[in-house]
């Protein structure tokens, strides 16, 4: 089934733009509005339970922490969003010569040992 003529894969200022790039910059986005949003947690009000909500939100989304970091130490201004945008993209970019491995898995967790299974105590 095709989108019909008149969806916003064919209306004028989107001409060029592929789904994946749109979901990339849509990542984006949200991975700069996180940053922003920890920083006036973390800094900002030093609030604890906001921090840890937010830093949950961003396991769920599988985002890699490194990426945040990235943009929390970065040294630009956090109100700055092309600042944020071009760090990030740097980062990106680093990234796209490395292996793939995503910041939340269990080895990376561990320092890269993976944990030995827990003995199960059997009352038999």
């Given at each position: 089934m095709t989108a019909p003529s008149s969806s916003c894969t064919n209306?004028?200022?989107r001409a060029g733009v592929s789904s994946d790039s749109f979901?990339?910059?849509k990542e984006q986005a949200l991975v700069i509005l996180l940053?922003?949003?920890l920083v006036d947690a973390q800094i900002?009000?030093?609030d604890a339970q906001?921090?840890?909500a937010l830093w949950d939100e961003v396991a769920e989304l599988n985002i890699d922490p490194d990426r945040i970091?990235?943009?929390l130490y970065g040294g630009e201004e956090v109100s700055d969003r092309t600042a944020l945008k071009e760090r990030d993209d740097s980062w990106l970019s680093a990234q796209q010569g490395s292996p793939q491995q995503r910041g939340w898995s269990l080895q990376r967790l561990h320092l890269?040992?993976?944990r030995?299974?827990?003995i199960a105590l059997s009352p038999v």
């Open positions: 209306r004028p200022g979901a990339t910059r940053a922003q949003q900002g009000r030093a906001a921090s840890q970091i990235h943009l890269g040992r993976p030995r299974p827990q």
